[in-house]
């Protein structure tokens, strides 16, 4: 019996120390709170084209939102390097979420692509960029995120952007855009009070939305900016898009494109595959579960088998 006895003993050692085993992998990977720091979502250098099947893109730097590059766009020399050429129908694509048509639906239904450049409160997108001339296009774009509702050209709504305009002040001259649509305020946009845009200069431009509203930089100095529609501190959040445009409806050289979000969210990450509290407690629970219901087995098997040799 004694033989018994240590293997029982031995069987409990070993569900106890399967058990512990057995939750400290799982605790060892629960998720952890980082500290929300502004995080680029988005840096395409446009110093390259790459063939992809039947496509070319520009890669990400980030390594998740390469963008297609459209017709009327070339690769010349840049600021830094190479820089990609608009003509007025050129540009680069890059979808965020793409719009489900078939069957109509009462409201659209999107599937995501590139989630993260749906940034919620606070952005800045900036480039390089030297304008070769102005067009007649309400806005000659160097970045804008859209969002799509049908598909018509008119079912788009602009969420963000920075771009030109022509000055109706001074010839051969331009000021500088940018807009946020909120979900509470909608579409806000301002201009900069005096022309900041010169052809053939090669400039830095950004746009920022923060907690003080919107504002305008040219080689990181802040513009005086006027509002020409809604207000320069639209409360509520950003609303969501289904794609990006780089340089549309522009002539126009582009260097070095970044979006950031400057106040994302904490993110919940672990040191291995992030699966969600639920299913991690329900991991737990099972796991106890099991661990327990061998050790009370083993313990009625050894209970009956000693129960029976003193009989």
């Not at 540009?91 to 793409?98: C, K, L, M, N, R």
Request: glycine share 8%; aromatic share 8%; with cysteine.
């Amino acid at each position: 019996m004694k033989l018994d006895n240590n293997r029982y003993v031995l069987s409990l050692r070993f569900a106890s120390i399967l058990l512990v085993i057995t939750l400290s992998g799982v605790l060892v990977n629960l998720p952890k709170v980082q500290c929300a720091e502004a995080s680029v979502v988005g840096l395409w250098h446009l110093d390259e084209v790459e063939p992809a099947d039947y496509m070319e893109i520009t890669p990400d730097a980030t390594g998740y939102n390469h963008g297609t590059v459209g017709y009327d766009t070339e690769l010349v020399e840049g600021k830094f390097g190479k820089a990609l050429s608009f003509g007025m129908s050129g540009y680069v694509y890059v979808p965020i979420a793409f719009l489900v048509g078939f069957p109509p639906t009462p409201k659209p239904i999107y599937i995501p692509v590139s989630p993260n450049l749906d940034i919620q409160k606070e952005l800045k997108v900036e480039a390089w960029i030297n304008v070769q001339a102005f067009t007649n296009a309400s806005y000659n774009n160097i970045v804008v995120k859209c969002t799509r509702t049908g598909t018509e050209i008119e079912d788009v709504t602009r969420v963000f952007g920075l771009a030109v305009k022509p000055s109706s002040e001074q010839e051969g001259a331009g000021v500088l855009s940018g807009c946020v649509f909120t979900d509470s305020s909608e579409f806000n946009e301002i201009l900069t009070t005096e022309p900041v845009i010169h052809l053939n200069q090669w400039i830095n431009v950004a746009f920022t939305r923060t907690s003080t509203g919107m504002h305008l930089y040219v080689n990181g100095e802040e513009q005086d900016v006027k509002v020409i529609e809604g207000v320069q501190n639209p409360s509520g959040s950003i609303i969501n898009g289904t794609e990006v445009y780089i340089g549309h409806d522009s002539e126009v050289i582009i260097d070095e494109v970044k979006i950031s979000d400057l106040a994302p969210e904490k993110q919940v990450v672990s040191s291995q595959i992030d699966i969600g509290n639920n299913l991690l407690i329900a991991i737990i629970i099972a796991v106890v579960a099991f661990a327990t219901a061998w050790v009370l087995r083993k313990a009625i098997q050894m209970w009956v088998i000693y129960s029976k040799s003193r009989k």
